[in-house]
């Protein structure tokens, strides 16, 4: 069986925001926040149904979202033990005959940063998330990365690092785009601590042009 890993992160220890978020999109068991969680992306998307058997069947992590598309599948597990969740990342690999070096680096292809938000563009902001609103006169940080999967670690991270919102997060499809809002000087510790947490990530190359900052 030939699968391409695309994306296999852990993360420690689940946000306030970040689990309530997931727990807003996710279509099934929803993860708690200080639990443990690992986020999967594959492709042919359909072979995320192997990768969801290997892991439940040989730990007890519980699935909050699986989401199969043409192109790509992702899953993601959590658990209150730490174990539990670095246990199933390793019985899946094993069992693919796949190693942590298989995946691959997450790519950060832009970041925005607007400061002192207008109303309306935070009124038109509010209206597709589904996280926290953003208030007008704050500022709005976006970040989009590659694959989509590692915009759950970035999220997850920058809201470790600096009391911000989190607006809304997507993990899924061909890229990732995390939307946070506050203070200028919480975003830009938030913005730092998200691209550290990826710029962290090893695995094979993923060449594209160079990130594009505004």
Do not use: W
Request: aromatic share 8%; hydrophobic share 40%.
């Amino acid at each position: 069986m030939s699968i391409d890993l695309r994306c296999f992160t852990y993360v420690d220890i689940l946000q306030p925001q970040t689990a309530g978020f997931l727990a807003t999109i996710s279509q099934g068991y929803h993860p708690l926040e200080s639990q443990a969680s690992l986020f999967i992306e594959v492709s042919p998307g359909m072979d995320v149904n192997v990768v969801t058997d290997i892991a439940l069947k040989r730990t007890s992590c519980t699935p909050g979202m699986q989401v199969v598309e043409r192109r790509f599948g992702c899953l993601e597990l959590h658990h209150y033990d730490q174990g539990q969740v670095r246990a199933a990342g390793e019985e899946i690999l094993s069992a693919l005959d796949l190693k942590l070096e298989d995946r691959l680096k997450p790519r950060v292809v832009s970041g925005q940063t607007i400061n002192g938000t207008t109303g309306y563009h935070a009124q038109i902001t509010n209206r597709m998330r589904h996280g926290n609103f953003l208030n007008e006169g704050e500022t709005l940080y976006v970040l989009e990365t590659h694959p989509a999967g590692y915009a759950l670690i970035a999220t997850n991270e920058a809201e470790k690092a600096a009391n911000i919102e989190v607006l809304e997060f997507r993990a899924v499809g061909a890229f990732g785009r995390v939307y946070l809002g506050g203070g200028e000087e919480d975003i830009k510790e938030a913005a730092k601590a998200a691209i550290s947490v990826l710029e962290s990530i090893g695995g094979r190359d993923n060449p594209g042009p160079a990130p594009v900052f505004y």
